[in-house]
């Protein structure tokens, strides 16, 4: 098992910066694919980006690509979501997610038995 709790959101204008965080505890976070998903209200969860457990693999939206950068640090434990140039359709819900392989469904939120709560990102024109 493993708990995750993401921070960093809020409200921005567009062109901006946010940087997300994801603090893991309980078993071995080194261990873990680690995932970014958003869901915009009404819309369903998708996929942001992937990062394998000892950062050698990385996948990424089409949404994001050259935008976010997904990195992680195993000994803090934390995973983070570097976003630039924000538009107003990156507004959404982030969540942070973890699974237990790298593979062909990273993209898929079925890949990822553990969540946390969410962190609100919110971009203005």
């Known amino acids: 098992q493993v708990q995750l709790v993401e921070s960093g959101g809020g409200l921005v204008q567009a062109g901006g910066s946010l940087r997300l965080s994801c603090a893991a505890s309980?078993?071995?976070?080194?261990?873990?694919?680690m995932g970014w998903f958003r869901q915009a209200l009404g819309k369903e969860r998708e996929f942001v980006a992937a990062?394998?457990?000892?950062?050698?693999?990385?996948y990424y939206a089409d949404s994001v690509k050259g935008r976010f950068t997904i990195s992680r640090d195993n000994a803090k434990n934390t995973v983070y979501l570097q976003m630039n140039s924000l538009k107003p359709e990156d507004t959404a819900v982030y969540y942070c997610?973890?699974?237990?392989?790298?593979?062909?469904?990273?993209?898929?939120?079925?890949?990822?038995?553990?969540w946390g709560q969410g962190t609100q990102v919110a971009v203005s024109s």
């Open positions: 997610a973890a699974a237990d392989r790298f593979g062909s469904s990273t993209y898929q939120t079925y890949a990822y038995p553990y």
């Open positions: 309980g078993r071995t976070f080194s261990s873990y694919t």
């Open positions: 990062i394998g457990w000892n950062g050698g693999l990385i």
